[in-house]
């Protein structure tokens, strides 16, 4: 029987899809949908009964700590993180952060060694190169006191008006002030001028220490942070322990500050 039904040709169930004037609604529930918000709301209103006849049948005379030690927010309970675990969990995991935090503050402690030594080559690289700039003023000031100037004669006043030294001497208009060292076209054009090298150098040199500067602030202001952060997790790790003490006041951080108690050994 069931290959003759199968060679019969059926026709496809298609569900009903949603209107095109309820399309902003989303899709169509379908039954089996319907079945599962169904068997959600029976289940809440179940246990709604169960509680209004828990709260019914209450004992006005009953008490118990939780009810006090017990937190809600916006009608749902509340637990806090340390009553979750027990002393000697929290002293674990106290450590463990006082621990991660040492870390943290030692490699910054290293990171900035490091930038300082960067910034100290740095300032003496700058140095260095404005005191051989500052030498070669002073030997251009001196061959300019020493040295005559050059003087060109030419025929005709009409030619001293039209005269073009840079034309004349075939280098840079720049260049022309020089008693020294003036270069021709010809030999610019092959050659590296070594003055404008350091010129970029001296930019670049100075554009890396205001980054190192600035990477220097951020890093002392997070070792500060750090180092609070380790106060504080210190003090919760002994407020744990034994003993007994008492706030004596305040750092300049904020912190309280605790004094323990002497106590005699056995």
Known sequence: MSSIRNAIPQRNHKERAQPRSRAKHGLLEKHKDYVLRARDYHSKQ??????????????????????????????????ERSSVFSGDVMKILKSQDLNYVKVQHDQGEKKIEKI?????????????????????????????SSQSQHTIFVETKGAAKKFDAAKYFDTLP????????RPRIETLEKEVITAADD??????L??????????LKARLERQNQLKKVEQEL?????????????????????LPIYKWKNERKK
């Not at 720049?174 to 060292?181: A, M, S, V």
């Not at 100075?206 to 990477?215: A, C, F, L, T, V």
């Not at 210190?234 to 904020?254: C, E, I, P, S």
């Open 46 to 79: 179940g246990r709604l009964k169960k509680m209004r006849e828990k709260a019914y049948f209450r004992n006005p005379d009953e008490f118990y700590f939780k009810m006090i030690n017990s937190k809600t927010k916006e009608g749902v309970h509340v637990v």
């Open 116 to 144: 300082r030594n960067e910034l100290h080559f740095i300032d003496d690289t700058i140095t260095i190169q404005d005191k051989i700039e500052v030498e070669n003023e002073t030997k251009e000031k001196k061959s300019k």
């Open 174 to 181: 720049e260049l022309i002030n020089r008693k020294f060292n």
């Open 199 to 204: 010129e970029r150098l001296l930019q670049k």
């Open 206 to 215: 100075y554009k890396q220490r205001i980054s190192k500067h600035k990477e």
């Open 234 to 254: 210190q003090t919760q790790k002994n407020l744990m322990g034994k003993g007994r003490r008492k706030k004596v006041g305040v750092d300049n951080n904020g």
